[in-house]
């Protein structure tokens, strides 16, 4: 029996959701700019009950144990884009490239990240393809 559950193939089942939500009549209603969609790429901490490649020990967020980071790239409430990273590996590395592999209908125009996402390599990029960068700074 042959694993189903990998990257590649949630990937291609995340995209035919993606466009299938995209296509629904009422979705006009969720978009807030049609011209220029707007998305955001944050990441989410989940502990690990095994050990996993990309497992790390993070006093921070796991306390005494191992977890990973979700990054997804979201716009107008879809995810799109989806990649799990360790959790001590800088967000801003991945921002760029969420974008960059959507393969949904759904093209973001402007792109938000918290503090951890920025970088002056995605400031240049995303200026260079004209997608507006922005990042939400949080009250520490």
Known sequence: ???????????????????AIANLSVYKY?????????GS???QKHT???N?????????????????SAMTLVSNHVPLATV???PNEYEGHFAFDLL?????????????TDNHGVNNVNFAILDIL???????????
Not at 3 to 11: C, L
Not at 30 to 38: A, L, Q, V
């Open 1 to 19: 029996m042959t694993n189903i559950i990998r990257p590649d193939t949630t990937g291609i089942a995340n995209t035919v959701i993606s466009d």
């Open 30 to 38: 969720w978009t807030i700019n049609k011209e220029s969609p707007f």
């Open 41 to 43: 790429v944050d990441r």
């Open 48 to 50: 690990c009950r095994i």
């Open 52 to 68: 996993t490649f990309k497992a790390r020990f993070s006093a921070k967020y796991f306390r005494k144990g191992k977890g990973i």
């Open 84 to 86: 799990v990273i360790s």
């Open 100 to 112: 960059y592999n959507n393969t949904s209908e759904i093209q973001p125009k402007s792109l938000a």
């Open 130 to 140: 004209v997608i507006n960068f922005h990042h939400v700074m949080q009250n520490s």
